[in-house]
C-alpha cells in the first residue's frame, strides 16, 4: 500500500494469468478462461473456432475479468442482454479464509448450483469479495459483422 504506514495491503497482477483453459465449440459453446486473458486475444481465439461473445464492442485495453468487475458492457439487439456478466456461467474466486484453511480458498459458482450467488458475484464489485481466478462465458455461433479498428496516436 503507498500514502501511508500501512504494508499489509495486496496487489493481484494478471499479467501472466492470461489462457484459454477450455472450449467447448460443440453443443454447449462456452470458453473458461483465466481472468487475465485481453479480450482481443480471447476474441481472435474464439473467433478462430467460428464463435463469437454475443456482445458488440472492442477494447485492446483490458481484460475479461477486468470488464467483468467494471461492468462494461457493448450494444445487442438479442439475447440475454449487452454487459459481459450476462453471459457468465460461472466463476472460480479466491476468497479469505481461516489460519486452518491457509488463509485463502477457492470457491466455483456455477449457474446450475448456485445461481443467487453467481449472479451476486458477476454484478458486484469482485475486488470485494475475492479476487478473480477464472471465468466461463456462453457463446453463440460467429456472425458476419466486420468493423475497421483504427489506432490514434495523441500527440500533445
Known amino acids: 500500500m503507498s500514502g501511508g504506514k500501512r504494508n499489509d495491503g495486496i496487489f493481484l497482477s494478471t499479467l501472466n494469468y492470461s489462457a484459454i483453459i477450455a472450449m467447448n465449440e460443440t453443443l454447449a459453446m462456452t470458453a473458461t478462461v483465466l481472468s487475465g486473458i485481453g479480450l482481443s486475444t480471447f476474441l ?8 463469437a461473445l454475443p456482445i458488440a464492442h472492442y477494447w485492446d485495453g483490458i481484460a ?4 467483468l468487475g467494471t461492468g462494461n458492457h457493448g450494444s445487442i439487439l438479442f ?14 474466486l479466491v476468497i479469505p479464509a481461516t489460519a486452518a484453511e491457509g488463509y485463502s480458498k477457492t470457491i466455483t459458482l456455477t449457474a446450475e448450483c448456485d445461481p443467487a450467488d453467481l ?26 459483422v466486420s468493423f475497421l479498428r483504427t489506432f490514434l496516436q495523441y500527440v500533445d
Open 79 to 92: 439475447g440475454r442482454g449487452s454487459a459481459v456478466h450476462d453471459y457468465v456461467t460461472s466463476l472460480k
Open 44 to 51: 481472435d481465439a474464439v473467433a478462430a473456432q467460428n464463435l
Open 119 to 144: 449472479n451476486a458475484a458477476k454484478l458486484f464489485s469482485l475486488g470485494v469479495l475475492g479476487g478473480l481466478s477464472t471465468l466461463s462465458t456462453s457463446l453463440i455461433p460467429n456472425q458476419r
Open 64 to 67: 475479461l475479468g477486468g470488464l
